[in-house]
């Protein structure tokens, strides 16, 4: 046993109100070890880790006990919670380290990476030569195969894509070789690709060093492909712990039932909408080309372009849903908003209902607007949170003609907040007293307010946990099906593709390089790249 967690409570004070953050939660891991902590947003996991650390903010902390008994370098196990701080300094980085969700906010702007990792080097291990600290610095980077390391070691975070930082953290975490590495939602924001990468880089580190790894996510793919053991938390308690097999295969507790039942392979198949009719395209790409200028020199003269849309051919059917995947950088979003003339196309042709509007002035295209909606992917930086929920809904109405006044404004967002599950008294709330899959609704039913025909839904579920997920894709399917909706839907969770979608298209350095029936695609992909895509996305096991 490396570390045995008993009966952690970690309480918070918020506004005269108790949260019990972490309560009453025990939990071993043995050395070599991989324990997976799931769960719902809100439910502890990352609350647990950050008290197994210590690093819990003291302000406002109410009740924080329990034993935290942790074995260092084969001695005696010691309880973490009683510990003074120099001494948990020691364990903390050496011993006991930690992988941050976003690395970017983790990693000091001002410094290099390779500065950065020296600087853990050297606190830990004082005694090497300032070769020998610079060796560790480099041989880490080897391990974490960061492309070119002996180059990106002089780079700054923001030189880096995200799935290169994320590597920079882990070598940060593994220079100084512990015990237990803590890993919080560390692949959450990577494209499915990077995200195997960073898995399989994480299982070969463990096998060399025999660490043991406590992993935080609410991804049970990734659970299903890196757990030994699993513990399932809600609202701050551990429900139910077991081997990775019997918790997905054979879940003991309800909540962990609802959870499982509520992945997108396991929610039940749509039929295709049968009431379509008319196989005549809404919208017809042709050639749509959007490229950026990249400026350079003491004149900012263009030098070269960024070919984020480069020459796309595409049509989707009236009523249809169409998928849109592929990673990031691949120009899905950017098409998105390239055919609402969010984005000005640079060339190419956009068709809409049977009319050119890629040249149309904006006081021709307002009329084309009611039609032609998009619900982003985060919703709070989509929100007016100076406007209540009545004020977001009815002020495109307003905008548009519709309703004689705003009492008759009101009635119809009204009769939106129903349609999208939500209660009529959100109506004088504002966007911050919501949740995210509230305020992904919400989105909804602003997009909605126009009774548009054509909806681009971008990542609109990506940060929801899966749930909230599941809710939120019944509620688009019920509502195409009532409102004869076309949805460009621009995603890259290959289960909710599966689920939501008719047709599906991949998209690759701004080209559609693969598209047809979803079932074709997920199932027998043609090219290269697309097999990559499907190969890398972590399955629940049948």
């Given amino acids: 046993m490396l570390l045995r967690v008993k009966n952690l409570h970690t309480w918070f004070r918020h506004q005269a109100k108790t949260i019990k953050a972490v309560d009453d939660v025990s939990f071993e891991i043995d050395r070599g070890e991989t324990f997976c902590l799931v769960g719902e947003s809100g439910s502890g996991k990352s609350i647990t880790a950050l008290s197994i650390m210590r690093l819990l903010p003291q302000s406002n902390l109410e009740r924080h006990e329990g034993e935290v008994n942790f074995q260092v370098d084969g001695q005696p196990s010691v309880d973490l919670t009683g510990l003074p701080e120099s001494e948990m300094q020691q ?3 050496s011993r006991i380290a930690m992988i941050f969700q976003e690395p970017m906010s983790s990693l000091n702007p001002v410094f290099t990476i390779g500065e950065q990792i020296l600087e853990a080097v050297q606190l830990h291990f004082p005694e090497l030569t300032s070769e020998q600290a610079w060796a560790r610095v480099m ?3 080897h391990e974490v195969q960061l492309p070119d ?3 990106r070691v002089y780079s700054y975070p923001h030189q880096l894509s995200g799935g290169q930082r994320q590597r920079v953290m882990i070598a940060m975490a593994m220079a100084c070789e512990p015990d237990l590495l803590i890993a919080d939602e560390p692949t959450t924001a990577l494209d499915v690709t990077v995200q195997r990468e960073i898995l399989r880089l994480m299982k070969a580190l463990q096998q060399r060093t025999g660490m043991a790894i406590l992993f935080i996510t609410h991804d049970f793919g990734v659970v299903a492909e890196i757990a030994d053991r699993v513990g399932v938390m809600q609202q701050g308690k ?7 097999d019997q918790i997905i295969h054979r879940p003991g507790h309800e909540y962990t039932q609802v959870l499982i039942a509520a992945l997108p392979e396991n929610l039940a198949r749509h039929e295709k909408h049968e009431t379509i009719v008319d196989e005549t ?9 959007i490229h950026f200028p990249v400026r350079k020199g003491l004149f900012h003269r263009v030098a070269d372009h960024v070919r984020a849309v480069d020459g796309v051919d595409l049509e989707i059917t009236r009523g249809e849903i169409l998928a849109l995947v ?5 120009g899905k979003t950017t098409l998105g908003r390239g055919i609402l003339r969010l984005t000005e196309p640079t060339g190419g042709q956009i068709d809409f209902d049977g009319t050119d509007i890629t040249g149309l002035k904006r006081s021709q295209l307002r009329q084309f607007r009611r039609n032609m909606q998009i619900i982003f992917q985060d919703p709070i930086s989509s929100l007016n949170p100076r406007l209540s929920i009545a004020g977001i809904i009815t002020e ?3 905008v548009h003609g519709i309703g004689e006044n705003q009492e008759e404004r009101i009635e119809i967002a009204r009769d939106l907040l129903q349609q999208v599950q939500m209660e009529e008294d959100a109506l004088w709330r504002y966007p911050h007293e919501f949740s995210g899959g509230q305020r992904q609704r919400i989105g909804i039913a602003r997009a909605l307010s126009l009774d548009p025909s054509f909806i681009v839904c971008d990542e609109i579920t990506s940060a929801l946990d899966v749930s909230v997920q599941a809710e939120i894709l019944r509620m688009l399917l019920e509502l195409r099906r009532q409102r004869e909706l076309t949805l460009l839907f621009i995603t890259h969770n290959i289960g909710v593709v599966e689920y939501v979608s008719d047709q599906t298209a991949v998209m ?3 080209q559609i390089i693969e598209q047809g029936n979803t079932a074709d695609i997920v199932n027998r992909p043609q090219h290269e790249y697309t097999k990559q895509l499907i190969a890398a996305v972590p399955r629940v096991p049948v």
């Fill in 508 to 510: 690759y350095q701004g």
């Fill in 139 to 141: 041989q880490s980077l």
């Fill in 238 to 244: 551990l429900v139910e712990t077991g081997e990775t």
């Fill in 281 to 289: 395209p809404l919208i017809r790409l042709s050639q749509l080309q």
């Fill in 149 to 151: 390391p002996e180059t």
């Fill in 396 to 398: 495109p109405m307003k």
């Fill in 326 to 330: 592929g990673e990031s950088g691949s």
């Fill in 91 to 93: 364990v903390r980085g």
